[in-house]
């Protein structure tokens, strides 16, 4: 590789982040920035990466993509029976982060995490695409299989049950809240002297906002 990983930087000069344009509460100024991020048209701005602890201590991350999002926190759907969904199972903190590179901005977000009700997944499963429905029963998620063609048998056997008949949802798949007690926001700003608003609950009432370093 002749490329000088040390040497791949950019200067970012897109804007800035100041209290006196920022919203006093995390969650009005994160859809403020998820508005402006689907607007500028990037590729799966929901994209967040999800970073979990199993028992002993050992973190995992991977990208997942957020569905909803409300005053209760954020929304992702998965296999309960995943490295993920174990993690959570021992361990129910987690830690999310959006990167919109393209506006030089992300933000971060830990929080305590619970199953939402199963309601909600009912609903949320039946929306999706009749494809995604059949893929949450064809695939044990993050169990080790010989190869594709296992995936593809059984996918065959699951169009075949399902064949005109509406697609239940699996009880091993369902949707995760991220309930934030953090949410930092960044602006990329030149020099490195990025901005950094920090907004941390007290009490479980109130947010508090602070400037941190970059």
């Known amino acids: 590789m002749n490329i ?15 209290e006196s344009s920022a919203s006093l509460d995390p969650f009005e100024q994160f859809r403020h920035w998820f508005e402006e991020a689907v607007s500028s048209q990037i590729l799966e701005p929901n994209a967040m990466t999800l970073a979990t602890v199993n028992e002993e201590g050992k973190p995992s991350a991977r990208i997942v993509l957020l569905k909803k999002l409300d005053e209760k926190g954020f929304t992702f759907f998965t296999n309960y029976d995943s490295h993920k969904g174990k ?9 999310l982060v959006f990167l919109w590179g393209e506006l030089e ?8 995490v619970e199953k939402i009700t199963a309601q909600e997944s009912d609903e949320y499963f039946s929306s999706r695409p009749i494809g995604s429905q059949l893929g949450a029963w064809a695939s044990n998620q993050s169990e080790v299989i010989p ?23 699996p009880e091993h798949w369902g949707g995760y809240r991220v309930i934030p007690h953090l949410i930092e926001f960044w602006q990329g700003r030149e020099n490195r002297l990025h901005d950094r608003l920090c907004y941390t609950l007290k009490n479980d009432q109130q947010w508090e906002r602070q400037r941190l370093a970059p």
């Open 147 to 169: 190869n594709r063609d296992v995936l593809e048998i059984k996918l065959k056997e699951i169009i075949k049950k399902y064949q005109g008949k509406p697609i239940p949802r």
């Open 87 to 95: 993690h959570l199972n021992q361990n129910p903190w987690a830690s």
């Open 105 to 112: 901005r992300q933000v971060r977000i830990e929080g305590k």
């Open 4 to 18: 000088s990983i040390a040497d791949l930087r950019k200067n970012y000069t897109q804007g800035g982040l100041l």
